[in-house]
Structure formats: structure tokens, C-alpha cells
């Protein structure tokens, strides 16, 4: 059981590490709204792909997960292309 809580605190511990960091990229590319895009997809993308890697690895994938993700992605990446314009 401690090892699963470790695993967990690991994947969850990088899932943080990037998104702070894509944070921290947006900031310093506020100057230029496609790079911000850019920021922004690139960091939906690696948190879609995380959490389907993840769930496949906990072996509970299924169709309403992936479809789950790929709409909060979608969402997010069209809330901030709303708020850049």
C-alpha cells in the first residue's frame, strides 16, 4: 500500500513540476500571444496524455475517461485563447 501512495505522490509530484513550469513559461512569453498558445496547448497536451498513462497504468482506461480529459483540455485551451483575445 505505501508503495502505491509513493507512486501516486510521484506522478502527481510531476504532473505539478510541469504545469508550474508552463506557469512560469506563460509569464515570460507575455509579450508574444502565440507563443503563449503554444505554452498553453503544449501543456494541455502533456496533461492529457499524463492522466491517460496514468489511468492506463492504474488499469482503469476507458472510453469516458479519455473523452473526460480531451473535453477539459479542449476547455482550457479555448478559455485562455478567449481571455488572450
Not at 503554444?38 to 482506461?61: C, E, I, K, M, P
Amino acid at each position: 500500500m505505501k508503495e502505491r501512495v509513493r507512486t501516486h505522490i510521484a506522478y502527481h509530484g510531476v504532473l505539478l513540476a510541469v504545469l508550474i513550469l508552463s506557469l512560469w513559461l506563460l509569464s515570460g512569453v507575455s509579450y508574444d500571444p502565440r507563443l503563449q498558445m503554444s505554452v498553453v496547448v503544449l501543456a494541455t497536451l502533456f496533461y492529457v496524455a499524463w492522466a491517460l498513462l496514468h489511468h492506463y497504468r492504474q488499469h482503469d482506461l476507458t472510453t469516458q475517461i479519455v473523452v473526460e480529459y480531451v473535453l477539459i483540455g479542449t476547455l482550457g485551451i479555448t478559455l485562455v485563447f478567449l481571455l488572450i483575445q
